[in-house]
């Protein structure tokens, strides 16, 4: 590459990337999924579009599998493990059970109504029946539901990947298939693997994060970025889940309390975006509109199978042991987004030579683009007519601590949900410890200076400056608070 192609890339580069920014304010204001519109772009500069050649399904594979890494990661370092913890059993079932059932239902679907043989009807539905972690937690950050839901499709959304590549790979080979006993054995052994290298440099990470004084602030993020990408390599090498070690280890360092958390997260959440835009940006130059048509009715019947059969049947068949009531089960199911990821597994069999690899891949771009259109933005609203939301919202208290390192004190950054029962509180009534103090309230774009007497409101937004001493008793006093009220704590003297 010379230098003037290297100009003209970066040229194209950021023209794109500042339109995809565009992009996800306007999605955000029509409800359109952003995703849908960066393969848009990508559909525009393609082959039909601006007339841009990209063949490439190999590099698109590493691309998207780089994104992922990402992705996750950040989904990961955000992850509460408190809201997460008490549904992880369900998740992994969810993630195992449910998808293989879904894969079934689906790929029996496909083979008696669009009369694909048995090997690419299972193929293309272990490449469906992954729900898109990207998808999943732009939309939850945007449709406030009970904490149990919002942790269970987070981690199921972080989990699933893991099993869906290993069936993939499995099905998109040339070779006689694997008995199932030896799939099932080969996913438990890589899920293992990938688990325990997430959990050992998660904790080790966190350990040195916290424990090595960095000269800059600024290289917090990298390193904890950095230990992420660490653990899906090293998953990988070990021939475990890379994908599932990349999210154990962020779900880990996100809950450690690391220095300049704040940080973290929001270069974290950059990459994400730039990693959603450059993959979906990609997936959209592979496509040829001109040559899918004939994919569309296909596509159309075997998405109708996997949303309104196999996922409710895998819902039903790996949560009802768990007691999880039917409104909530036919939420989950609506909710099992798909989005970049089954773009991205497609590419495995077109790479691997499989027969109709071009045809799977045809079929799995028009049943994302038309079935994201159709459950994204009506969420919401299946959640309003199934009565989730009202309540008890998924949306924890938001805070955030910057260490004030020369003036040995903390300062927390809290964010007043809707439904959070710190609303209506006054000031002096949170019962802040000596050395804690609230001192500036944003409300509607507006700030000031509150006093003992300050109403609270949810959608407020609070800065509290604590000593080094108190800064995680006040953070502990600010969470008790919005979950029990200003009583909270009171018949324990706190």
């Given at each position: 590459m010379t230098v003037d192609r290297l100009n003209t890339f970066l040229l194209e580069f950021s023209v794109i990337l500042l339109v995809a920014v565009v992009a996800v304010r306007f999605s955000t204001r029509s409800g359109l999924p952003s995703l849908l519109i960066y393969l848009g772009i990508g559909v525009a500069l393609g082959p039909n579009g601006l007339g841009f050649a990209f063949h490439n399904a190999e590099l698109t594979q590493v691309l998207g599998y780089a994104a992922l890494v990402v992705i996750l990661a950040e989904g990961g370092l955000k992850t509460s493990w408190r809201s997460i913890k008490p549904v992880m059993p369900a998740a992994g079932v969810l993630a195992t059970v449910g998808v293989v059932i879904s894969v079934l239902v689906t790929a029996a679907g496909a083979h008696l109504l669009i009369d694909l043989d048995w090997r690419t009807a299972l193929l293309l539905g272990a490449i469906v029946s992954s729900t898109d972690a990207a998808a999943v937690f732009s939309v939850l950050r945007m449709v406030p539901l009970p904490r149990r839901l919002t942790g269970l499709l987070e981690a199921e959304s972080g989990l699933n990947?893991?099993?869906?590549?290993?069936?993939?790979?499995?099905?998109?080979?040339?070779?006689?298939?694997?008995?199932?006993?030896?799939?099932?054995?080969?996913?438990i052994a890589e899920l293992a693997i990938g688990a325990a290298v997430g959990y050992a440099v998660g904790r080790l990470g966190?350990?040195?994060?916290?424990?090595?004084?960095?000269?800059?602030s600024g290289l917090y993020p990298i390193a904890v970025l950095a230990l992420t990408v660490l653990a899906y390599a090293g998953g990988s090498l070990l021939h475990g889940s890379g994908f599932l070690a990349v999210y154990t280890a962020a779900v880990i360092l996100g809950n450690s309390k690391l220095p300049h958390g704040p940080a973290v997260r929001g270069f974290?959440?950059?990459?994400?975006?730039?990693?959603?835009?450059?993959?979906?940006?990609?997936?959209?130059?592979?496509?040829?509109?001109?040559?899918?048509?004939?994919?569309?009715?296909?596509?159309?019947?075997?998405?109708?199978?996997?949303?309104?059969?196999?996922?409710?049947?895998s819902v039903v068949a790996a949560l009802t042991p768990f007691r999880i009531p039917w409104r909530e089960q036919a939420l989950l199911s609506w909710a099992g987004l798909r989005g970049a990821v089954p773009i991205v597994l497609a590419t495995i069999p077109m790479v691997a030579d499989a027969p109709r690899a071009q045809e799977v891949f045809n079929i799995?771009?028009?049943?994302?683009?038309?079935?994201?259109?159709?459950?994204?933005?009506?969420?919401?609203?299946?959640?309003?007519?199934?009565?989730?939301?009202?309540?008890?919202?998924?949306?924890?208290?938001?805070?955030?601590?910057?260490?004030?390192?020369?003036?040995?004190?903390?300062?927390?950054?809290?964010?007043?949900?809707?439904?959070?029962?710190?609303?209506?509180?006054?000031?002096?009534?949170?019962?802040?410890?000596?050395?804690?103090?609230?001192?500036?309230?944003?409300?509607?774009?507006?700030?000031?200076?509150?006093?003992?007497?300050?109403?609270?409101?949810?959608?407020?937004?609070?800065?509290?400056?604590?000593?080094?001493?108190v800064g995680d008793a006040a953070e502990r006093r600010l969470r008790a608070v919005d979950q029990g009220g200003k009583l909270a704590g009171w018949l324990r003297g706190k």
């Open positions: 990947d893991a099993p869906v590549v290993i069936l993939v790979v499995a099905f998109a080979t040339t070779g006689p298939l694997d008995p199932w006993y030896v799939l099932a054995g080969t996913i966190a350990y040195a994060v916290k424990h090595v004084a960095l000269p800059s974290a959440d950059g990459l994400a975006w730039i990693g959603q835009i450059g993959m979906f940006v990609v997936l959209g130059l592979l496509c040829t509109p001109s040559q899918m048509g004939s994919a569309v009715v296909p596509a159309l019947v075997s998405g109708a199978v996997l949303v309104f059969l196999a996922r409710p049947a799995v771009f028009i049943l994302v683009v038309a079935f994201t259109l159709l459950q994204g933005p009506t969420l919401p609203l299946v959640a309003r007519w199934l009565r989730i939301g009202e309540g008890d919202m998924g949306q924890d208290l938001g805070i955030e601590s910057a260490p004030l390192e020369k003036l040995h004190g903390h300062l927390l950054s809290v964010a007043l949900a809707p439904g959070s029962r710190m609303s209506g509180v006054e000031v002096g009534e949170l019962r802040l410890p000596k050395g804690a103090a609230v001192t500036l309230v944003v409300r509607e774009g507006s700030s000031f200076v509150p006093d003992r007497t300050t109403i609270l409101r949810a959608g407020d937004e609070l800065l509290v400056v604590t000593t080094e001493e």
